[in-house]
Structures are given as structure tokens and as C-alpha cells.
């Protein structure tokens, strides 16, 4: 018996290995060009960038050798330190508001017919094919002191003379809401389809009232696009500099705006890239730390309801 099955075993052996080989080669012409555009264009401008972060110098041209001066110039300036904190801030601010507003819309948009909810994510989408300098300037005309918002309040009499709206830290969370709640609402919607329905009836069956059933149920088995959707707009919003400086203008500091001013203003490369670098790491340590608190809580609690 072995002897007859030998021969057909070693044929299949030298016709898959080609075949295989074959496919490896296909792959990899087919990843070539990808990953040349992302290392020319991202990797290899990154890690100069990085390389300017520790110039001694100010300026990226009359720099040469190796200084972390850029870097204790920034943690030894408490104006940084600040900046840096409330970029943090706001960027939680914006996120735990774009859950609170995004999960309900996209719970809803989740539960409704197919065809439905393809006409309404169209319609959630939308805002993101415009472009962003085009947003920022529609809420400039919506927020100036001559602006739609205060017209209807001085003709409702809610106030008797407009006010300042413009340049003001709540202006840029409600725009930063406005921008990357799309995100949050996505991330969500694309999880709660898979949750099946049956759960919540047979909840309702023992006799759990919604509240309970959101909790017990929607929440635990939703936290993997709460998660993708709460890293997606707390990274958007802490890297954010239009925004922050066209409707926050000098009044309100985040560390992008900071950022661009240093390097497209004062062309002080140098510092700018210390300052990107210092808010890359930051950040990617917060989420980090945050997803890995997440997963730690929902391992705790998988076990506490399988005991």
C-alpha cells in the first residue's frame, strides 16, 4: 500500500512547491509597488524628520551633528508642558463626546433594513468628502459675531448682543465633534450589524429591561468599535492644527497648530520635529496603555460572567 501511494505523493510534491513558489512570486510583485510608495514617501521622510529632531541648531540647513538640546528645550518649557496636557484633554473631551452622540446614531443605523441604512451611512459619510479647509470656513461664517448663530440668538432675544464665539475653546471641541464623529459612528455601526439581534429579545425574555440590556448585552459585545472608534478620533483630534488655528486662532494652543506654526512660520524645523516626535510617542503610549487597560477589563470581566 505504501508503495502505491509513494509515487502520486512525491507528483503532488514537485507540483505544488512551483505552483507555490508561483504564488509567493505574484504576492510580491503585487506588494512591490506599495511598498516602495510607503517607504519613499513616508518612511524614509520620517526618519529624517527624525534625524532634524536633534539638531543643535535652529534652522535645518545650518545644523549638523547630535543634540537633544530640541528636546530638553521642550520638557524644560512649562508653556509646553501645558499645551501638550490640554491637547491631551481636549482630545478625551472630543472622543468621550463623539461616543456619547456617535453610539446611539450608529446603533440605530445598525438595526435598520439593508437598503436603508445604505442611503443613511451615505449620508453620515458625506461630510468627509468635503474638504476640511471648506468646513472650517462654513463654521467661521456660522460662529462669527456677525455670523447665523448669533443673528438667531439676538432675534430670539436670548441674548441682546452677539457674542464672541470665534476663538474660543468650546468653538474648536464643537467643530472637532463635527469633523470626526463620522468616525466614531462608522466604527460602531460596523460592529453592532454582526451583533445578532436574538440576544436582545432573549434578554427581553428574562425579563431585562432595555436599560439592562444595553449594558449586560449591547455594550460588552460593541467594545471592540468603541475602541476603534475612540482611538481613530483621540488620534485625529491631539494631531489636529487646522482647526485649533483658524477657529481657536492665538487664543487656544494645541500642540498641532504649535507644531505648524514652528516649522511653516518661524522655519524652525528642528523644534517642530521635536515637537511631532514628542507628540507621536505621547500619544501612541496613551493609546497603548489605554487599549491594553481595555483588554485587561474585558478578559476580567469574560471570566467573572463564565464563573
Known amino acids: ?42 518612511v524614509v521622510p520620517v526618519l529624517q524628520l527624525l534625524r532634524s529632531s536633534f539638531l543643535p541648531s535652529s534652522h535645518l540647513l ?37 461616543l456619547v452622540l456617535g453610539f446611539p446614531m450608529g446603533y440605530s443605523l445598525a438595526r435598520l433594513p439593508p437598503l436603508a441604512r ?33 443673528s438667531v440668538l439676538t432675534s430670539l432675544y436670548i441674548v441682546s448682543s452677539p457674542k464672541q464665539l470665534l476663538f474660543t475653546r468650546p468653538a474648536v471641541l464643537v467643530v472637532l465633534v463635527q469633523q ?26 428574562l425579563r431585562a429591561n432595555r436599560f439592562v440590556t444595553f449594558r449586560k448585552v449591547i455594550v460588552p459585545l460593541a467594545v471592540p468599535g468603541i475602541l476603534v472608534g475612540f482611538n481613530l478620533v483621540f488620534v485625529l483630534s491631539i494631531s489636529a492644527f487646522i482647526t485649533p488655528r483658524l477657529i481657536g486662532g492665538s487664543r487656544v494652543a494645541m500642540l498641532g497648530s504649535l507644531i505648524y506654526e514652528r516649522m511653516m512660520s518661524e522655519l524652525n524645523w528642528p ?8 507628540l507621536f510617542v505621547s500619544g501612541l503610549g496613551f493609546t497603548a496603555a489605554f487599549n491594553a487597560l481595555a483588554a485587561s477589563r474585558l478578559i476580567v470581566g469574560g471570566r467573572r460572567y463564565a464563573l
Open 118 to 150: 445604505r442611503w443613511r451611512t451615505i449620508i453620515v459619510i458625506m461630510p468627509l468628502t468635503l474638504s476640511l479647509v471648506v468646513i472650517v470656513f462654513g463654521w467661521l461664517i456660522i460662529l462669527g459675531r456677525n455670523g447665523l448663530l448669533n
Open 62 to 98: 545650518d545644523g549638523t551633528g547630535f543634540s537633544l538640546v530640541q528636546y530638553v528645550r521642550f520638557f524644560s518649557d512649562p508653556y509646553y508642558s501645558s499645551v501638550l496636557l490640554e491637547t491631551f484633554v481636549d482630545g478625551l473631551i472630543v472622543s468621550l463626546i463623539c
Open 180 to 205: 470626526f464623529l463620522p468616525f466614531m459612528i462608522l466604527s460602531i455601526m460596523s460592529v453592532v450589524t454582526q451583533i445578532n439581534p436574538v440576544l436582545e429579545q432573549a434578554a427581553a425574555n
Open 271 to 278: 523644534s517642530g520635529a521635536a515637537m511631532a516626535f514628542v
Open 1 to 42: 500500500m505504501l508503495t502505491q501511494y509513494a509515487p502520486a505523493t512525491v507528483k503532488d510534491r514537485y507540483v505544488r512547491e512551483p505552483l507555490l513558489r508561483h504564488r509567493i512570486v505574484t504576492a510580491a510583485l503585487l506588494l512591490a509597488p506599495m511598498v516602495l510608495l510607503l517607504v519613499g514617501f513616508m
